[in-house]
């Protein structure tokens, strides 16, 4: 670990970027068993690596891993074999996650409850963060969705990062990138005047939104005007002075007397006539 990055991020806690690979259960009922995981504690700061820690974790039962990989640089039943199993390796990882922000890609619906299992399968306490960064929701809501999707590997080959490799490190690493790379657009977005932004970014990412009136939920273009437009309260709305049927007599008034207006072809009466019907 880097003491000097150490000592500038000592009073705020630090963030971990973590990512599993796990089994993927093929029928109903069974579980995910994590194969490999890994870690990268980061500055919040300076976004600076401070320690990285990876591992093979071997199932009790090999039979769930499978012979080959279909997956560029997958893991495979030998490769898992002369791994530790999760129980010798649980000291180091809740050291590495307990009591720091956790962060990764969809770690909220899919990482952390793997975590929490594997960790009450060893009769347990699982590790507990300070706060939660799924960059997933966080890139969805602020960052749309530019690059096609919102799947790592899309992102990564949106900003020219390469593929991605399904190997725990590494894709910590490639996240992180990405994390970089669209805060960064966003930051320069945020910077320019609104009609140059519109330009740049003429399509801005669809979000949902709610309605007060119905509670149901409706899709549309983020409000770029909001903080320059009044609320729509009573005192900024203008008073109407013909109720719905007067108006709708005035309209009848007004198509007659064009009719008129053309038989006749007089501008004078119609505007002498208009003007009564106005009164």
């Known amino acids: 670990m880097e003491t000097s990055n150490n000592n500038s991020c ?3 806690p630090e963030i971990v970027f973590f990512d599993l690979e796990t089994t993927v259960p093929n029928k109903t009922g ?3 068993w994590v194969l490999e995981f890994g870690a990268i504690i980061v500055c919040p700061r300076k976004l600076v690596e401070l320690e990285s820690y990876s591992t093979l974790i071997r199932p009790s039962d090999l039979s769930v891993v499978s012979l080959t990989s279909c997956r560029r640089d997958g893991i495979t039943r ?5 791994a530790p199993v999760f129980e010798d390796v649980a000291d180091r990882i809740f050291s590495i996650l307990n009591g720091r ?6 770690i909220q619906r899919f990482d952390c409850a793997r975590i929490r299992e594997a960790f009450a399968e060893i009769g347990r306490s699982p590790p507990v963060p300070v706060g939660l960064i799924d960059s997933l929701g966080v890139l969805s809501q602020k960052f749309g969705r530019r690059a096609g999707n919102m799947k790592m590997a899309t992102l990564a080959s949106y900003f020219g990062l390469g593929q991605q490799k399904h190997r725990s490190l590494d894709d910590v690493r490639m996240n992180l990138e990405v994390v970089k790379h669209c805060a960064t657009v966003l930051f320069l977005e945020s910077s320019l005047p609104a009609d140059l932004n519109r330009k740049w970014h003429p399509n801005p990412p669809s979000v949902t939104t709610r309605s007060r009136s119905n509670g149901k939920l409706q899709v549309g273009r983020e409000e770029t005007s909001a903080r320059k437009s009044p609320p729509t309260t009573v005192g900024y709305q203008r008073a109407v002075p013909y ?3 007067n108006i709708n007599k005035m309209t009848e008034g007004v198509q007659r007397l064009l009719c008129r207006a ?5 501008l004078h009466r119609l505007l002498k006539h ?4 106005l009164r």
Do not use: K, M
Not at 78 to 82: D, I, K, L, P, T
Not at 101 to 106: E, K, L, M, V
Not at 262 to 266: A, G, H, K, L, P
């Open 274 to 277: 208009s003007q009564s019907l």
């Open 101 to 106: 922000i956790w962060a990764g890609h969809n």
């Open 262 to 266: 053309r038989e006749t072809n007089s």
């Open 78 to 82: 030998e490769a898992v074999a002369s």
């Open 10 to 12: 000592s009073s705020s």
């Open 30 to 32: 069974q579980r995910f």
């Open 243 to 245: 109720s719905r049927g």
